[in-house]
């Protein structure tokens, strides 16, 4: 069994990961398991470090355990999804969560922070299957192919994630609360966006929608419940279209959504509508749209999200 840590060194702050290093040098130590750590160098340098490393142990039982924020998780993923179209199997390794960024998003549908960074606890981690939503279609000009394994968010959320991502830099800013800012700034510009949604089921949607939120998981932003529904192993994915409210309607039922009670209140489905499917194309009326990965924000044209059931293992401590 080869351990491997893949920390994000930009992750949370410098002491963070030094920490988690001492840490898990500790654990292994104890457990006598041996622990290998590699420290990301840029964007996209985890998801090229584990295919190099998945193909060199390729007859190795691998646990990959990725230490950053939920743009580190989604570079896991995206590189054992690619490998497994590759070669036409399952991932043969094992996925892990340690949460360092300052979202942590997508192991809130499964674990809860604490667990997550106890480093013993996730050396005897039990593997269970996880969905992953596939993305296909114009991505930055060109034809690609994505992987999210937590939320995709177009319109206001995904506006609100640039804007956060702005915010974060600023230290006067706590990260717990950037999200909520971030929203709050969205909000005056409120910019929405227009687009077909259809689904195998018939059309979900056609003209403006302040935003969707489409979830494997239920969290994002933080902690915000905004797919309370999703689950992570049942082959479909949660849309939540939400209309295009005034400011005022939004600022009364941001309080609900942010806790994921939301379709609870009597009438809602007038400004909220929740939809379950397993496919859907999504058509941009004005040309391009922009989308947000799992945290990570880019442009796109006409794309398709489908789910895949059972697509790779979580680790869970």
């Keep these: 069994m080869r351990n491997v ?28 398991q041996v622990c290998e750590i590699y420290l990301t160098k840029g964007p996209g340098d985890a998801e ?8 060199h142990w390729s007859e190795e039982q691998v646990r990959l ?49 604490k667990e997550a960074r106890d480093i013993e606890k996730q050396l005897r981690a039990k593997p269970a299957y996880c969905d992953v939503l596939r993305i296909t279609g114009q991505i930055e000009g060109e034809e690609k192919t994505l992987y999210c394994d937590n939320i995709l968010n177009i319109g206001f959320d995904c506006d609100t994630v640039d804007t956060t991502n702005r915010l974060r830099s600023n230290p006067l800013i706590l990260p717990s609360f950037s999200y909520a800012i971030g929203a709050l700034v ?36 933080g902690g915000m419940k905004t797919n309370p529904m999703a689950s992570l192993h049942d082959g479909i994915m949660d849309i939540n279209l939400v209309k295009d409210i005034s400011r005022l309607r939004f600022l009364m039922l941001f309080p609900l959504y942010m806790k994921g009670k939301h379709m609870q209140k009597k009438g809602i489905e007038k400004y909220i509508r929740t939809e379950k499917t397993s496919r859907v194309k999504i058509t941009p009326l004005d040309g391009k749209m922009r989308i947000c990965i799992d945290g990570e924000t880019c442009d796109a044209g006409e794309i398709t999200v489908e789910t895949i059931k059972d697509a790779f293992r979580i680790l869970i401590p």
């Design 65 to 113: 355990y990725m230490c950053g924020g939920d743009g580190t998780v989604n570079e896991g993923v995206d590189a054992l999804m690619h490998l497994a179209t590759e070669s036409g199997q399952l991932p043969s390794a094992a996925l892990g969560v340690v949460p360092v960024g300052s979202g942590n998003d997508f192991l809130r549908s499964f674990t809860n922070h």
């Design 48 to 55: 090229r470090f584990i295919k190099a490393y998945l193909k």
């Design 5 to 32: 840590f893949v920390i994000n060194p930009k992750s949370g702050n410098g002491r963070a990961s030094r920490r988690l290093i001492r840490n898990i040098r500790s654990a292994g130590s104890k457990n006598n």
């Design 186 to 221: 969205t909000l005056i510009k409120k910019r929405g966006v227009r687009m077909h949604m259809e689904a195998e089921e018939g059309t979900l949607y056609d003209g403006k929608l302040l935003l969707t939120c489409i979830g494997n998981g239920s969290y994002c932003g």
